[in-house]
């Protein structure tokens, strides 16, 4: 009679275990925080909190950014288009995974709230009841008496097992090259008239090609005539004319063009550097990045993300979270910073502002730029009372003034207020021509503004330079301070304070 006794007690306690899951408290809510180089981290958080708390049938509530994540509490970490999430329990154990989430951003809280759910499953699995003890019985001895076959007892109920979703399997690493085809050096005049034959996947310790030189992969140095190509490079690739590397670890310098799928080191050449990720790219002529941190270039640099500097006379980044210096600078955001005589910031600062100050000479200046950093671009004039007082006008001539200017400065806040502080110079022309002697107002302008609706009142002061070999100007009149230099240039200095508004 042991064996049903103690299926009895097996059957009992999958029922008391059924009662105790059915009845149990709700699981308390997961905690979520999300940081790293997601486009917005906020927005981020809470697409992933509304698909996990849809995946788990469970309260998600995001953290704010910077504030403790108490347990349970789910951290995901978002990285070089990489997602590493861990779990921490309310009993203290903690769980981790790393997801490669691939170049499509949209799929992004998808990915991560698949490998995200998984770890809280597995956490809940750990805490699941061993199963029931499956070993049988043993047997009664043979006894002389009737044998009594025991009672057919009903099977124990079984509790359903959880649902395991597996994360994205993420692209399998490329296979690394066989022992047997690895040489420590190569020679060659083409593939084909080499020491490697027609073996172009072969991986050398040194390559030699006098017109052209193929390897799988270079680990020191790769020397070729006019085209080195190797798939991986890990030291040194030197090339007359070309040289290519699927993967680049040190440096590559090549006569016309450079290309790498990632480089991680450096790439020179004389006419085109490319890369799909560029650590420093130098180029004669062109750089090309997906992703860069240095650019520098005799004429272009391009990159779809700037992280660090783009050093050319035209410098275009689709996204700019570094430093652009050239004469044109495009870069996308208003975090990044351009010095240029012309900057073209989508998405950041544009201003129109119309001032007049306490010399009557009003100004009309467009300002446009990211937040640190703004470019102005103005027109100005003053129209003379009566011209025929002037004694370069004879009593004919129009001496109305007229000028056009140009400007940089940084942007920042006194007392709450945002100001500019800019210099700029203008060329002063007098009457309906373009003077082409020397005519030029320098100024240091502070510019503060104060919001009214959809309109900023703005006030401020200047310290004016003039600077002219035309001592009639109507610009030269008596100042608080003023001097000459001794020579036909005229050099004249005044403080002014003027007011006006800004769109």
């Given at each position: 009679?042991?064996?049903?006794?103690?299926?009895?007690?097996?059957?009992?306690g999958?029922?008391?275990?059924?009662?105790?899951?059915?009845h149990?408290?709700?699981?308390?809510p997961?905690?979520l925080?999300?940081?790293?180089d997601?486009?917005?981290?906020?927005?981020?958080?809470?697409?992933?909190?509304?698909?996990?708390?849809g995946?788990?049938?469970?309260?998600?509530?995001?953290?704010?950014?910077?504030?403790?994540?108490?347990?349970?509490?789910?951290?995901?970490?978002?990285?070089?288009?990489?997602?590493?999430?861990?779990?921490?329990?309310?009993?203290?154990?903690?769980?981790q995974?790393?997801?490669?989430?691939?170049?499509?951003?949209?799929?992004?809280p998808?990915?991560?709230t698949?490998?995200?759910?998984?770890?809280?499953?597995?956490d809940?699995?750990?805490?699941?009841?061993?199963?029931?003890?499956?070993?049988?019985?043993?047997?009664?001895?043979?006894t002389?008496?009737?044998?009594?076959?025991p009672a057919?007892?009903?099977?124990?109920?079984?509790?359903?097992?959880?649902?395991?979703?597996?994360?994205?399997?993420?692209?399998?690493?490329?296979?690394?090259?066989?022992?047997?085809?690895?040489?420590?050096?190569a020679?060659?005049?083409?593939?084909?008239?080499?020491?490697?034959?027609?073996?172009?996947?072969?991986?050398h310790?040194?390559?030699?090609?006098?017109?052209?030189g193929?390897?799988?992969?270079?680990?020191?140095?790769?020397?070729?005539?006019?085209?080195?190509?190797?798939?991986?490079?890990?030291?040194?690739?030197?090339?007359?004319a070309?040289?290519?590397?699927?993967?680049?670890?040190?440096?590559?310098?090549?006569g016309a063009?450079?290309?790498?799928?990632?480089?991680?080191?450096?790439?020179?050449?004389?006419?085109?550097?490319?890369?799909?990720?560029?650590?420093?790219?130098?180029?004669?002529?062109?750089?090309?990045?997906?992703?860069?941190?240095?650019?520098?270039?005799?004429?272009?640099?391009?990159?779809?993300?700037?992280?660090?500097?783009?050093?050319a006379?035209?410098?275009?980044?689709?996204?700019?979270?570094?430093?652009?210096?050239?004469?044109?600078?495009?870069?996308?955001?208003?975090?990044?910073?351009?010095?240029?005589?012309?900057?073209?910031?989508?998405?950041?600062?544009?201003?129109?502002?119309?001032?007049?100050?306490?010399?009557?000479?009003?100004?009309?200046?467009?300002?446009?730029?990211?937040?640190?950093?703004?470019?102005v671009?103005?027109?100005?004039?003053?129209?003379?009372?009566?011209?025929?007082?002037?004694?370069s006008?004879?009593?004919?001539?129009?001496?109305?003034?007229?000028m056009?200017?140009l400007?940089?400065?940084?942007?920042?806040h006194?007392?709450?207020?945002?100001?500019?502080l800019?210099?700029?110079?203008?060329?002063?022309s007098?009457?309906?021509h373009?003077?082409?002697?020397?005519?030029?107002?320098d100024?240091?302008?502070?510019t503060?503004?104060?919001?009214?609706?959809?309109?900023?009142?703005?006030a401020?002061?200047?310290?004016?330079?003039?600077?002219?070999?035309?001592?009639?100007?109507p610009?030269?009149?008596?100042?608080?301070m003023?001097?000459?230099?001794?020579t036909?240039?005229?050099?004249?200095?005044?403080?002014?304070?003027?007011?006006?508004?800004?769109?």
């Amino acid at each position: 009679m042991r064996a049903p006794r103690r299926m009895t007690k097996s059957v009992f306690g999958a029922l008391v275990l059924a009662a105790a899951v059915a009845h149990a408290e709700p699981a308390p809510p997961v905690n979520l925080a999300v940081t790293g180089d997601a486009a917005a981290p906020g927005d981020a958080a809470r697409a992933i909190a509304d698909r996990l708390a849809g995946e788990l049938a469970r309260q998600v509530v995001v953290v704010a950014p910077r504030a403790a994540c108490a347990a349970p509490c789910l951290a995901v970490a978002i990285a070089n288009g990489a997602a590493t999430v861990t779990f921490t329990a309310a009993t203290g154990g903690t769980l981790q995974r790393t997801i490669d989430l691939g170049a499509d951003r949209a799929r992004w809280p998808e990915l991560v709230t698949l490998l995200a759910g998984n770890l809280v499953r597995d956490d809940a699995a750990d805490l699941l009841p061993d199963e029931p003890d499956s070993t049988p019985a043993p047997e009664a001895p043979a006894t002389q008496g009737p044998v009594v076959e025991p009672a057919e007892q009903p099977a124990p109920a079984q509790l359903a097992p959880p649902v395991v979703v597996l994360p994205p399997v993420a692209a399998p690493a490329p296979r690394p090259l066989a022992r047997a085809s690895a040489t420590p050096f190569a020679l060659a005049l083409v593939p084909g008239l080499s020491t490697d034959l027609l073996d172009v996947d072969r991986a050398h310790r040194i390559s030699i090609g006098l017109v052209a030189g193929a390897s799988g992969s270079v680990s020191g140095v790769a020397i070729s005539g006019a085209v080195d190509v190797a798939r991986a490079v890990s030291g040194v690739q030197l090339a007359g004319a070309v040289a290519v590397a699927g993967t680049l670890t040190g440096a590559q310098l090549a006569g016309a063009v450079a290309v790498a799928g990632r480089s991680t080191g450096t790439q020179l050449a004389g006419a085109v550097a490319t890369a799909g990720r560029a650590d420093v790219e130098i180029a004669g002529a062109v750089t090309v990045a997906d992703d860069a941190s240095t650019q520098i270039a005799g004429a272009v640099t391009v990159a779809g993300h700037l992280r660090g500097l783009q050093l050319a006379p035209i410098n275009i980044a689709r996204r700019n979270d570094g430093l652009q210096i050239g004469v044109i600078n495009i870069g996308g955001g208003p975090d990044g910073d351009s010095f240029g005589l012309i900057n073209i910031v989508p998405g950041g600062r544009t201003e129109l502002e119309a001032t007049v100050d306490s010399d009557r000479i009003g100004t009309v200046m467009l300002r446009h730029g990211g937040k640190h950093w703004h470019n102005v671009y103005g027109v100005g004039g003053q129209q003379i009372a009566d011209s025929s007082d002037m004694p370069s006008s004879g009593g004919h001539a129009n001496d109305d003034i007229w000028m056009v200017g140009l400007g940089v400065g940084p942007s920042f806040h006194l007392a709450s207020l945002p100001a500019d502080l800019e210099a700029v110079a203008w060329h002063v022309s007098h009457g309906s021509h373009f003077d082409s002697h020397l005519s030029m107002l320098d100024q240091l302008r502070l510019t503060v503004a104060i919001a009214v609706g959809p309109v900023a009142l703005v006030a401020g002061g200047a310290l004016n330079v003039y600077v002219s070999d035309d001592p009639a100007t109507p610009l030269i009149t008596p100042r608080a301070m003023s001097g000459s230099t001794g020579t036909d240039v005229s050099t004249t200095v005044w403080p002014s304070l003027f007011v006006g508004a800004r769109l």
